[in-house]
């Protein structure tokens, strides 16, 4: 005997913890039931519904037919016929009913229209009944249950999450989010950043992904939205829209350069990431282990840009060939090593925020070490003295 007040206390926890609704599981139920039903009385073709009440625990069965054409009448099980979308049919007795004969049960009824049969509750309908339905109950609960996390977590994609480390495995993170599980693989990771059960973690989601063992989530600490996010968490002119941030350019743990641009001309699109004292920025390279970030001022103008890019570097002049989308940067000998940036680093990073190729030469003055020039080529940079 089914424990009503037992099975509503499931439904409200079911419905609380796993945000499942309770229709959507009493759905699940009375297909659950219908099948069973089916499958040990029914006939080939039928159509079985059940109805569960949920304030006496009594299950109601139904048969459901289909109302077709008088035109059909001669067909049988072995004979097709041709239906909606053009589809070839089977005519059958059990699964559909003669428009003529449906107006004698339901008046005003059309074709395609539904005609409902009670059925009998089987005094043995039981242990087996039972079984089937609670395979088929635990299947769609668990469907219902995908469904509700990936709409959960859809809407969090490309956002800051954060979670509790569940695990570390062969370098990957596994990240708990009590109903979904997170994971951060090692090339995702920041350089030097170790991580030990139970800590928090915050995280940029950037897929949700639906597999056969269940939902994952995608989470990235090295992705460069990831600065973008927490500087938005950190900057309201940010997540108002007035200060944008025009591009971003990573090398995850050591340097990070992004370019924004105010939407205001009162508003200071650098001052606003810096912060007072420097407290927002300084707040996001805590987060990020000590990650250096240059905020430099985003332009339309290219030449401006890219001279913006190579900041600390002061540039004396740059030439752009738009055919081959290269910029030649001339800076003082005692500026190259600031443009260039140690293994290349700066220049590198500028490349990738603006989008240019950029070579770099000194000004043609005597150095005490010679004079160094710098060639970027997607990520790579040459760097040769002369």
């Given at each position: 005997m089914l424990d009503l007040k037992t099975f509503k206390s499931a439904l409200e926890q079911l419905e609380e913890e796993r945000k499942i609704p309770k229709e959507k599981i009493l759905e699940a139920i009375e297909q659950a039931m219908a099948a069973a039903y089916k499958k040990d009385y029914g006939k080939k073709g039928q159509i079985i519904r059940a109805k569960f009440d949920m304030e006496t625990g009594k299950t109601d069965f139904f048969q459901v037919k289909i109302v077709v054409d008088e035109s059909i009448a001669i067909m049988n099980e072995s004979e097709e016929i041709k239906g909606e979308n053009d589809e070839r049919v089977h005519f059958n007795a059990e699964h559909h009913i003669l428009l003529?004969?449906?107006?004698?049960?339901?008046?005003?009824?059309?074709?395609?229209?539904?005609?409902?049969?009670?059925?009998?509750?089987?005094?043995?309908?039981?242990?087996?009944?039972?079984?089937?339905?609670?395979?088929?109950?635990?299947?769609?609960?668990?469907?219902?249950?995908?469904?509700?996390?990936?709409?959960?977590?859809?809407?969090?994609?490309?956002?800051?999450?954060?979670?509790?480390?569940?695990?570390?495995?062969?370098?990957?993170?596994y990240v708990d989010f009590n109903r979904a599980t997170g994971i951060l693989p090692t090339e995702e990771q920041i350089p030097g950043e170790y991580w030990q059960r139970g800590q928090r973690v915050r995280a940029y989601l950037y897929s949700v992904e639906d597999t056969p063992r269940g939902?994952?989530?995608?989470?990235?600490?090295?992705?460069?939205?990831?600065?973008?996010?927490?500087?938005?968490?950190?900057?309201?002119?940010?997540?108002?829209?007035?200060?944008?941030?025009?591009?971003?350019?990573?090398?995850?743990?050591?340097?990070?350069?992004?370019?924004?641009?105010?939407?205001?001309?009162?508003?200071?699109?650098?001052?606003?990431?810096?912060?007072?004292?420097?407290?927002r920025v300084n707040t996001v390279t805590g987060e990020l282990s000590?990650?250096?970030?240059?905020?430099?001022?985003?332009?339309?103008?290219?030449?401006?840009?890219?001279?913006?890019?190579?900041?600390?570097?002061?540039?004396?002049?740059?030439?752009?060939?738009?055919?081959?989308?290269?910029?030649?940067?001339e800076v003082g000998n005692d500026q190259l090593s600031l443009a260039i940036g140690k293994g290349g680093q700066n220049v590198r990073l500028a490349a990738k925020l603006t989008g240019w190729r950029i070579d770099i030469k000194g000004d043609g003055l005597p150095a005490q070490a010679g004079k160094v020039a710098a060639s970027t080529d997607g990520e790579k940079v040459e760097i040769k003295e002369e």
């Open positions: 003529e004969d449906a107006k004698k049960i339901k008046k005003g009824v059309e074709l395609n229209d539904e005609i409902i049969f009670p059925l009998e509750t089987k005094d043995d309908y039981g242990r087996i009944a039972a079984q089937t339905a609670k395979q088929v109950i635990i299947q769609k609960i668990r469907e219902a249950e995908r469904a509700s996390i990936i709409n959960e977590y859809g809407t969090k994609e490309g956002e800051v999450i954060s979670g509790i480390v569940q695990k570390v495995e062969r370098g990957n993170v939902i994952n989530l995608r989470l990235s600490r090295a992705h460069p939205k990831f600065i973008e996010k927490l500087f938005t968490v950190e900057a309201p002119e940010i997540e108002n829209g007035v200060v944008e941030i025009k591009s971003v350019a990573r090398e995850a743990g050591a340097r990070s350069k992004i370019a924004v641009h105010s939407n205001d001309e009162h508003i200071d699109a650098v001052g606003s990431c810096v912060g007072q004292k420097g407290t000590g990650e250096k970030i240059d905020i430099i001022p985003w332009s339309p103008d290219p030449v401006q840009f890219v001279s913006n890019s190579l900041s600390p570097a002061k540039v004396i002049s740059i030439k752009l060939d738009e055919k081959e989308h290269k910029a030649t940067v």
